[in-house]
């Protein structure tokens, strides 16, 4: 399955990665970045039907929703590719 991360998400990521490495010895940034990005692979399964997201907004987009550590990824799969549209720390989801 082909996984494409859109911009915005993409944004996000980086500024996760950015304060790892602020907080952390260097290279930690990127060591978490690729953690992310590998959970987000992992989601991408043949076969596998994903409910919408339970948050009124999220749903309102048709977005199904996973997770990794405290962040909330908002996708969709269509056409045998996933599609990350937003990353959302779960706290601004109540």
């Known amino acids: 399955m082909v996984v494409k991360i859109k911009p915005k998400a993409l944004k996000v990521i980086d500024a996760i990665a950015d304060f790892v490495e602020s907080k952390n010895t260097k290279g930690s940034g990127a060591r978490y970045a690729l953690k992310f ?3 987000i692979k992992k989601i991408g399964v043949r076969n596998i ?9 999220l749903a309102a987009f048709k ?3 996973s ?7 908002a996708f ?10 937003e990353i959302i ?6």
């Open 37 to 39: 990005k590998s959970a």
């Open 49 to 57: 039907q994903y409910p919408q997201c339970n948050h009124p907004v």
């Open 63 to 65: 977005y199904s929703c």
């Open 67 to 73: 997770h990794f550590n405290d962040w909330v990824i």
């Open 76 to 85: 969709r799969i269509k056409d045998d590719q996933l599609v990350v549209y």
């Open 89 to 94: 720390h779960g706290s601004l989801l109540f």
